[in-house]
């Protein structure tokens, strides 16, 4: 159904125009990333803690969302993050991208716990993270300022040890 490949230059574009979408854009970002911010995003991909993946449509080929960790090597965590387009929300692309890319990151031995937070107003994300096996851990009230609102997060978790029982 996917394939995760490394984020590359040229999906710049790419990632700019989701951002067209005002719903995407509601839960992903408080204001429009500039070029040069994605840009950073994308070099950023190069470093050891980072891991940063376009997600693919396995039979087109065709770019659908993108999917990173941010990892935390001496407390052995992930940080979990996720966009998609759209036209590919509710057919199972991010519950298969989160599962492929939380099992790469099991692979590892130096990841014990990955993470997510969410708007807990984003239904559709929080389903995606339970039927990955992920478990809400908490909620984090009033946390952030965005669009000169404060928003809570909802805390995801999901250990080696409890993923390892789900396969």
Known sequence: MI??????DSDLLYLDT???DDEYAFFAVDHRPTEKQLQ???TESLLPTVDFRIVNDASTGE???WIRADL??????????????????GQGYATAAVRALVDALFGR???HKV????????????????????RLEGTQESHLLRRGERVSRALFGLTRARWSERT
């Open 40 to 42: 950073c995003q994308i």
């Open 18 to 20: 989701l951002h067209d």
């Open 72 to 89: 935390d090597l001496y407390n052995g965590l992930a940080q979990l993050g996720y966009g998609f387009a759209r036209a590919y929300w």
């Open 63 to 65: 770019a659908v969302g």
């Open 109 to 111: 031995n130096d990841i």
């Open 115 to 134: 993470w997510a937070r969410v708007d807990p107003r984003n239904d559709r994300s929080m389903r995606v993270l339970h039927r990955a096996g992920f």
């Open 3 to 8: 394939e995760l490949r490394p984020v590359m």
